[in-house]
T-cell receptor, first 113, second 110 residues
């Protein structure tokens, strides 16, 4: 019973490089999310997918793209990494009924140099 | 004014003490409220939802005051294992309208 699985756990990129963060959930949840967490700030929503086949921008979408590959998987892509994207990234999922809480993955620590 | 405000702490309390955290929110239309716990370098985990009538889960009590627009978390008989950061989360409707506070750090001292 893995819950939400994120890969990789750590990554160092050079400015301008690209990468994809992978996320998969095995709870049959409808909704999936990508957040970033920076020191002194609350988690901020990058993109979300309310259900399979849909994706929408969150609070801080610039510089990112997402793909909801199927009900289980939701990936986040950085096309051209910038130092400002150094952060901890969390994927989360929820049943999507609106009042339920989220289950988070263990996070990806990304450093862009 | 920030949408969700928390005192970042740290709150240093001895084992066995009672400690309370408050979280204020600015949008009176907010609908759902949660407390999450985040251990150092780990993911947030849902601690408890906060219901209008208040709710309790063991040593933890959550309360909502809609008139003053704040929620609170009370921890009784603090344990060393309670040391963590406690995040306040407020939903105002829709997937985008979920705001996380910066968290309040609790350190329980032997």
């Amino acid at each position: 019973n893995a819950g939400v699985t994120q890969t990789p756990k750590f990554q160092v990129l050079k400015t301008g490089q690209s990468m994809t963060l992978q996320c998969a959930q095995d709870m049959n949840h409808n909704s999936m999310y990508w957040y970033r967490q920076d020191p002194g700030m609350g988690l901020r929503l990058i993109y979300y997918s309310a259900s399979e086949g849909t994706t929408d921008k969150g609070e801080v979408p610039n510089g990112y793209n997402v793909s909801r590959l199927n009900k289980r998987e939701f990936s986040l892509r950085l096309e051209s990494a910038a130092p400002s994207q150094t952060s901890v990234y969390f994927c989360a999922s929820s049943e999507g009924r609106g009042i339920d809480g989220y289950t988070f993955g263990s996070g990806t620590r990304l450093t862009v140099v | 004014r920030k949408e969700v405000e928390q005192d970042p702490g740290p709150f240093n309390v001895p084992e066995g003490a009672t400690v309370a955290f408050n979280c204020t929110y600015s949008n009176s239309a907010s609908q759902s409220f949660f407390w999450y716990r985040q251990d150092c370098r780990k993911e947030p985990k849902l601690l408890m939802s906060v219901y209008s009538s208040g709710n309790e889960d063991g040593r933890f009590t959550a309360q909502l005051n809609r008139a003053s627009q704040y929620i609170s978390l009370l921890i009784r008989d603090s344990k060393l294992s309670d040391s963590a950061t406690y995040l306040c989360v407020v939903k105002t409707g829709g997937y985008q309208k979920v705001t996380f506070g910066i968290g309040t750090k609790l350190q329980v001292i032997p």
